[in-house]
């Protein structure tokens, strides 16, 4: 003991020496900071600095420090404000925070807050408290309270129910608290009013009466329901219409509504109102389900009264009458609903294609009884017919759908169709629809959507042909004023006369009378017409003759215009111009003139010359200005077309004048059958002509024609001094010897016309006389040849 005391003083003694004793050698801030920081970098420690690097702290120490501070802070702290206590920048302490809630169960890290268990225990014990003092709480104002989330907190007191919180949660929210004492007491309240109550109550009255949390009454009422502790039922869910019912209203309010509809099969909706029931319809449904019932909009009926409704329409549709099903159905229905079992009941009638009308929303009528208030009235369509017939009813009658058939067939104007309809019908029987063809240029023809007049020359014309009266109608306003047949008044006056109306409600004869009107309106029209029409046929027929004759001509100057124009296309262009010419002051201007004559002697004005063919053009134009100013202007345009270059203006002008109403002519479309007709009849024409022609010039002129339309399949129309060009066009058209057949010809009638001495004359006329049979014949039986392709 004593070597080892020694030895202990020897020790103090050198420690206290060295404690005396200066150092030798001593390291700088400066070589400190640097061995530190070569240290960092060589990785052999591992070191946090301060928010000012001044100093340094090691993770592990840092992890001291926090735990430190948060049991300092009673078990939370937030971090923003640990960072500012320690020194430490806050993605360390965020970090470090991080890793200790991770590593460690007490500790949690909620909205930049580092908890432990210590505080969670702490603040349940003060929610016990509170909770003990109010009877029930919620996690909204614990939100409020302590700044943390609801859900956190809900499921931190829920961890802690009937452990440190003494208290249960509400089934039905989760997030309320009550204790049981709290619960026993509404309890007991909510039982004893529920069982004092012997009529239906509203749930919100009960709520707000007797100041019952809405959310424990809920639950406390399902509970004794449940339970069998009161004895009722609830209706309307959990809505503000929400309402007790109790088992002894339930019972009589049942038997009473079973009484009801068993004596009436009907129950109304606001009779069940009135005995507490918030949902009408649907009660009903659930009561009787397994009854056929209709749900209307005031209340819902039986089968017994559809029943009653189904025999009152079979009494009509037997009888041919009507009835009122307004005293078969109950009082308490509606307009609305009367109205809708009408429409239901005769859904079924419908389909069986029996007609049953519907006045007064009550009253039926069926159609036979209609059909014979109809027919009372014929006898008074007649007689006032012809005396209006007589009176000039035709005022009021429209020019465009007033015609009369040409075999006396009216089925058409009687038919009460519109003026479109009419026009429709036409172009389908008439097959004019308007469109490009019948000529080179591929114009449109515009076609008159009316029924062809006519055939002429076709053996007796068309059974559906008409022609349009020649008289004039008014019209007032531009309109076409309608025919009336009775008022309203005097149409009641003569059904109130029917002995089957003699006692029905004034309302039925003013809505048949209504229903009649049109009706009687457009029949008496109809009538009427018919009437008109019988009378003016007679006087028309003549004018129906002309007229058809002069469209024909039209029409035959028509096609023929068009396929001379379109012949015209294989010479040159300066030719063409020269033919076009020919053509517009011939055949264009016959046409002009003919329709010029026509409405003259349609309007009876009187004109010195009344030939088609011999009216000049400066007569034609002062005929013009006699027409009325409807048509002057139209036919003025017409004739001045003709001094055009062109065939376009013609075409144009000549259809407006035809479609129009003064005119009234149809223009007929150009087709290949009617181009092949016309090219034959021409052709026959040609040799008819030229078999009978004993001028040689003019055998000449019809033979140079006739080769061209055989070679070339094209109509020809050209004056004599044409002659020339149109044998020079032959010369590569036709086989030589023909060529020459024509030009010696040619150079034999070019001398007779010169007639330079009489010798000559007489010895060219004798070679025309050998030559023109053998011309003749080689035109007559002449056949499409190759072209000559010799010089």
């Keep these: 003991m004593a070597t080892e005391w020694e030895e202990v003083k020897r020790l103090a003694a050198d420690f206290q020496r060295a404690q005396l004793s ?40 840092l992890l001291k420090e926090i735990k430190d501070e948060l049991l300092v802070h ?56 509170k909770l003990q003092q109010t009877g029930q709480i919620t996690i909204g104002e614990l939100t409020k309270q302590y700044d943390l989330p609801g859900d956190f907190l809900e499921e931190i007191v829920h961890e802690r129910l009937g452990i440190s919180i003494q208290g249960q949660a509400d089934p039905f929210d989760s997030r309320t608290i009550f204790t049981e004492a709290y619960i026993a007491k509404y309890n007991a309240i909510i039982r004893g009013v529920l069982s004092a109550i012997t009529r239906p109550t509203t749930l919100n009255n009960l709520i707000n009466n007797y100041k019952i949390p809405e959310r424990l009454f809920y639950s406390i009422i399902d509970d004794l329901l449940k339970n069998n502790y009161i004895h009722g039922s609830i209706s309307g869910g959990r809505s503000e219409r929400a309402s007790y019912i109790p088992d002894i209203y339930a019972k009589s309010q049942n038997e009473w509504i079973d009484s009801f509809f068993m004596q009436n099969n009907y129950i109304e909706y606001d009779s069940l109102l009135r005995l507490g029931i918030s949902e009408p319809k649907a009660y009903i449904m659930r009561k009787f389900k397994d009854k056929d019932l209709t749900y209307l909009n005031s209340c819902c009926v039986g089968k017994s009264i559809w029943e009653q409704v189904e025999a009152a329409i079979d009494e009509v549709i037997s009888t041919a009458s009507w009835i009122d099903v307004m005293p078969l159905l109950p009082s308490v229905l509606n307009e609305d609903d009367m109205q809708q079992i009408v429409q239901i009941v005769l859904k079924s009638y419908l389909k069986s294609n029996t007609n049953i009308h519907i006045f007064c929303n009550t009253i039926l009528v069926s159609d036979v009884f209609l059909q014979d208030c109809f027919k009372i009235f014929e006898p008074i369509m007649i007689k006032k017919s012809e005396e ?146 019988a009378s003016a046929t007679s006087s028309s027929a003549t004018r129906r003759k002309t ?20 012949g015209l296309k294989i010479f040159s262009d300066d030719v063409q111009l020269q033919l076009i010419k020919y053509l517009l002051k011939s055949l264009c201007s016959d046409m002009t003139t003919i329709i010029v004559n026509y409405l003259c002697a349609e309007l009876g004005i009187n004109i010195e010359d009344e030939t088609t063919t011999a009216i000049t053009p400066e007569a034609r134009l002062k005929i013009i200005g006699k027409l009325p100013a409807e048509s002057k202007d139209a036919v003025m345009k017409l004739h001045n077309s003709l001094n055009n270059k062109t065939l376009d203006e013609f075409y144009k002008e000549i259809q407006a004048v035809t479609s129009s109403d003064f005119c009234d002519m149809l223009l007929k479309k150009i087709d290949k059958k009617r181009e092949r007709q016309a090219i034959s009849e021409y052709r026959h024409t040609l040799l008819a002509q030229l078999s009978e022609a004993t001028d ?77 049979p053998k011309l003749k014949d080689v035109c007559i039986n002449y056949k499409k040849s190759q072209p000559n392709v010799e010089s």
């Excluded at 076609?447 to 349009?468: I, Q, W």
């Excluded at 003699?502 to 009437?531: G, M, R, V």
């Excluded at 029409?555 to 068009?562: E, G, I, K, P, S």
């Design 696 to 772: 040689s010039a003019l055998c000449l002129h019809l033979a140079v024609l006739l080769l061209t339309l055989i070679q070339m399949q094209q109509m020809i129309h050209a004056s004599g001094k044409f002659v020339p060009q149109i044998i020079s066009f032959l010369q590569r058209q036709v086989p030589s010897e023909v060529y020459q057949l024509l030009h010696e010809f040619q150079d034999l009638v070019i001398k007779q016309l010169n007639q330079q001495t009489d010798a000559q004359a007489e010895e060219a006329a004798k070679k025309l006389e050998e030559l023109m």
């Design 547 to 566: 007229h058809a004759e002069v469209q024909e001509k039209i029409n035959t100057l028509y096609c023929q215009v068009h396929m001379f124009e379109k």
């Design 388 to 533: 209006d017939a007589q009176k000039g009813i035709h005022h009021f009658l429209s020019p465009q759908s007033t015609k009369v058939s040409s075999k006396g067939d009216k089925a058409d104007e009687l038919s009460g169709k519109n003026k479109q309809e009419k026009k429709d019908e036409r172009r389908k029987k008439g097959g004019k629809s308007g469109g490009s063809g019948g000529n080179l240029q591929g114009r449109e023809t515009k076609m008159r959507a009316t029924k062809k007049k006519y055939l002429a020359n076709k053996g007796g014309g068309d059974s559906d042909s008409e022609t349009e009266l020649g008289t004039s109608f008014e019209k007032s306003g531009g309109k076409q004023q309608d025919i009336e047949f009775l008022t309203l008044n005097e149409i009641e006056k003569e059904l109130s006369k029917l002995i089957a109306l003699q006692d029905c409600p004034e309302e039925l004869i003013n809505e048949l009378a209504k229903h009649l009107f049109k009706p009687l309106t457009k029949k008496y029209q109809e009538i009427a017409k018919s009437a008109f029409l």
């Design 74 to 129: 009673g078990g939370r702290i937030n971090l923003v404000e640990l960072s500012r206590i320690l020194n430490i920048d806050f993605s360390h302490i965020e970090t470090k925070a991080n890793e200790l809630a991770k590593s460690e169960t007490e500790l949690k890290l909620i909205l930049g807050q580092l908890i432990d268990n210590t505080y969670l225990d702490c603040i349940a014990d003060e929610i016990n408290d």
């Design 22 to 61: 200066s150092t030798v050698q001593r390291l700088s801030e400066r070589n400190c900071i640097e061995i530190v920081k070569k240290l960092i970098e060589l990785k052999l420690i591992d070191v946090i600095f301060t928010s000012d690097g001044k100093e340094y702290i090691t993770p592990q120490h």
